[in-house]
């Protein structure tokens, strides 16, 4: 969940004198440096904080403009008290510190302390921390990152530590993040916000704050303008008013991951911050970054726009050729087209906006990047006449786009778009060899990618297929109790997608095996890939044969819907707070056939059972019946409408899972008769 808000000055006059009226009090900081006393060492009483292998017992941290020689400053600061329970929590106790770097300007790590305490003999050992052993990386152009290591840290050891950070990018006003995969007993954030700078707030996650809140204070600050020639710069004393943003968790639990989720952003509360304007004499500028401005730098960039107006001529002359050939058909002339990129280049795994070499040379190498091969994929369903636009979006694991921010970041993917008469939007990604026109990959199904062009209009990521498993087993009992035959699986949809892929990164072999693997207990045998093509289901083959426990008993139980992933889903925990995010729509048959032998009756058919989640947006349906007297068919369907369900509707979709499962586990109830 994302909240963006703006908070705007109305006064136009700013430098004021602040008046008791205005002013609000301020709350005392959560944490002093250097407080730790050794009752802090008393054992804890047994909680969810202790069994993890450390805990955040508070981790405070403050921003502020101030100002400096020419420039306004953030001032960032941030004081964390940890204690570690188990060996487990050791590396909690390195701490990794990114700074920010443009145009030779580098934020500054300065202030750094640190304690170790430790409890010895009843005595408290401090051991400090060097400032000085710090190790230095950089990770991009952009960015580098200070990691420092807290000494002496045993098990049971609190580990304190502070540091300031010196940033002239006023526009990079410090994120915070108070949910870690560790509990947190207590996490504070203020931003200290004078009326003359106005910043977009953007909250992520789902967990509650206990303190959010805005408040008037006092603000004050000395700025000193620059030089000019043999002019000294003046310093000046502004006092007027600020915002201070305020907010608050206590007692926040480890987070975890949970099936069905996106990446952990979308869900870890956080606060973000974009610079929105500024107002010094009265009049307002807007600072906000504008789509439009984004798309203009993208159609003339050597990797971007102006990547797909150098020629491929191999690829072109054939775009051409289908053209020709589907002159009115302009669906199949786009499938056709895409089929031709599917099979000329292949996709290295690494999903980029920007195109890693000309497009030439990735014809030429066979080999590129998500946008080298996108970007093709535009350019030669233009060379074929067809309206075809850069895509640009986020995949599951890189996070949701906040729509409101216009920042060229949020994305990390290119897939392409055709808007043809009559017709929907058209959706195209050529990195799988073998997805089907109108279908883009599961990663890339999250929220809306905006069309890289003057439009800019945004466009729904959603699947427009299901993930599709269906089976079929024929099975025979012989006199013995044994039963033997075949089971047919059937992918369709994004099954299909994911069991190809499968396929394709590791071969037929060994994706049969693992398959046969999966079956064991049915002793599987001659596993087999039927033939594949588009766009049937794909298929495969097995061989059953399976001795049920008290085969020779007058009463014979077999529970014969409980098959190998015949529920892929397995929502443990009693309660959800995150939205269950499948991606797509699914749907699970299976269909068993049971032939009967002579001397065998059917004494017990499990009772018909059909479910539904409230709404409609799920539903199951269990039947059994007997067509002839030698023969008995068992039926389950499951079908999930949606691609999400929120966590209110979680208890729903978990309570039909386990009446689903139990209904699974019901035997078929087979007598021997003379």
Known sequence: MILTSTRVWLAAAVLLFTTPLLAQKTAPAPIVYGGVTAADFTPLPQADSTQAPAEYLCDYGTSKIEGGRGQF???????????????????????????????????????????????????????????????????????????????????????????????????NLQDWQFEHRIPVRWSEYRAFLPQFYTYKTITRGYLPFVVNESLTVPYATTYTSESVGMIQGTEQHLMA???????????????HDEPFMTTPT???????????????????????????????????????????????????????VLRQRFPSDSLARAAAVLALVQRSVVYNDEQRIYASQPLRRTVERRLGNSADINLLLVQTLRAAGLPATPLLLSTRDHGQVQMDVPVISQFNYVAAHLKLPGRPDVLLDATEPQLPLGM???????????????????????ATGRYIDYRTARLQLSPNGELTGTVK???????????????????????????????????PTKPELLPDSLPKPLSVELHLQHTPANAEAALLYLPLLNLPDALPYDFKTENRIYPVNFGMAREHVTVVTL????????????????????GGTGRYVYQVTQPTPGSVELTARLQLNRAEYSSQEYGALRELNRRIIAKQNEPLVLKRVP
């Open 73 to 171: 400053q953030v001032i960032f600061e941030r004081t964390t008290r940890l204690r570690i329970h188990r060996k487990a929590g050791y590396r909690y106790a390195t701490v990794r510190v990114p700074l920010y770097m443009r145009d030779g300007k580098i934020e500054r790590l300065v202030r750094l302390r640190g304690m170790t305490y430790n409890l010895q003999d009843g005595r408290l050992v401090k051991t400090k921390l060097n400032p000085d052993a710090l190790f230095r990386e950089e990770l991009d152009k952009n960015h580098l990152q200070y990691t420092f290591t807290m000494p002496e840290v045993r098990e049971g050891s609190i580990v304190e530590f502070s540091y300031v950070i010196n940033s002239d990018f006023i526009f």
């Open 241 to 255: 008013l600020a915002q201070q943003l305020r907010w608050a968790m206590k007692d926040v639990p480890a987070f």
């Open 266 to 320: 979308d869900y870890l509360r956080s606060v973000h911050f974009e610079l929105a304007g500024v107002n010094f004499d009265g009049t307002y500028r807007d600072l906000t970054g504008q789509w439009q401005g984004i798309w203009e730098r993208l159609s003339t960039d050597d990797e971007f726009g102006a990547a797909m107006t150098k020629p491929t001529p191999a690829l072109q002359a054939q775009a051409q």
């Open 440 to 462: 883009l990959p599961e990663r890339c199904l999250n929220g809306e990618g905006r069309l890289a062009d003057a439009s800019g209009r945004w466009v729904p990521l959603k």
């Open 489 to 523: 699986l059937e992918y369709g949809g994004y099954a299909a997608v994911a069991a190809r892929r499968q396929i394709r990164q590791t071969s037929a072999a060994s994706y049969l095996g693992q398959l046969s693997r999966r079956w064991q207990d049915w002793q």
């Open 595 to 614: 032939t009967l032998p002579k001397g065998y009756i059917v004494q017990e058919i499990p009772a018909k059972l059909t479910m539904e989640i409230p």
